[in-house]
């Protein structure tokens, strides 16, 4: 059974930073990309960026400069790395796996809440 499972959100100040994590099981990881979204309520979800094997991409405008995504595969684990939080990064981040030649992210984390105060 697979199953990942993020963890790192919280509350932070403006300013601040977090770093995510996503842990998966029951798959192999280095098989795997690994993508991050967000969500807020009433808003589509948006995506993050991906990593697939070294380092990542980040797609989102906002995000460039600012977040990071790596992994480490020998800990089956990726990372979001988010420095210079601003409010509106207030979300709900999701982790998802896809294998490395299909488009669609066939698995998800629950997801971890990040809220940042103004």
């Known amino acids: 059974q697979v199953q990942l499972v993020e963890s790192g959100g919280g509350l932070v100040e403006a300013g601040g930073s977090l770093r995510l994590s996503c842990t998966a099981s029951g798959l192999t990881f280095s098989n795997y990309a690994i993508g991050w979204f967000r969500q807020t309520p009433g808003k589509e979800r948006e995506f993050v960026g991906n990593?697939?094997?070294?380092?990542?991409?980040i797609f989102l405008d906002s995000g460039k400069g600012r977040f990071t995504i790596s992994r480490d595969n020998a800990k089956n684990t990726s990372y979001l790395q988010m420095n210079d939080l601003r409010f509106e990064d207030t979300a709900v981040y999701y982790c998802?796996?896809?294998?490395?030649?299909?488009?669609?992210?066939?698995?998800w984390g629950q997801g971890t809440q990040v809220t940042v105060s103004s």
């Open positions: 990593v697939k094997s070294g380092d990542g991409t």
């Open positions: 998802a796996a896809r294998t490395m030649i299909h488009m669609n992210y066939n698995y």
